[in-house]
């Protein structure tokens, strides 16, 4: 989870494990939740005052749903772009309406051609700039040849990389 409180546009970001919560803290982020070890729902409602944050993005879905709309402000978007957890959840309608949420669905995958002609020029014309000056990085934890793809797969699944995973064809 990525969120962004009202408080002062501070975010929150949830981590498994000491290793990752201090990756995910050098990143940046205003306070940072370890997921396998505190309840990253009654962390966010303490430090908002029990208001909680206008914008929820999540990776995870449905293993989390309740938690994120627990999590959720009035008027407060919850954007998933990721079903990691599962893609069927429970939905508390009632509270989405009384507190005039809003639950947005994003993704590439089943756009259209020219959608997704139309998004990647958009891309390249406002943030592929922002690599090139630095203002944006890429978060890379490993670069393999493909000749290691059985270790980069490894890694991968025992969820010790901290960014991305690369595998170098050429």
Known sequence: MIAYSPCGR???ASAGGAAKCEWVRGLGA?????YKSEDFAAV???????????VILD????AYAEKHAACLA???RHVV?????????????GRLLQKRQSLLGIVMRSRSIQEK???????????LPLFGDGRLRPLVDRVYPFSEVAEA?????????LGKIVLKVR
């Open 30 to 34: 205003d306070f940072v939740i370890d």
């Open 74 to 76: 009035l008027r407060g």
């Open 81 to 93: 772009v990721g079903v990691l957890g599962g893609a069927q959840a429970s939905i508390n309608l």
């Open 59 to 62: 990776f995870v879905g449905a």
């Open 44 to 54: 966010v409602q303490t430090e908002t005052a029990g208001q909680g944050v206008d």
């Open 153 to 161: 797969h490894r890694r991968m699944e025992s969820n010790e990389n």
């Open 117 to 127: 002609i139309e998004l990647t020029r958009a891309f390249v014309r406002t943030t």
């Open 10 to 12: 501070r975010t929150f």
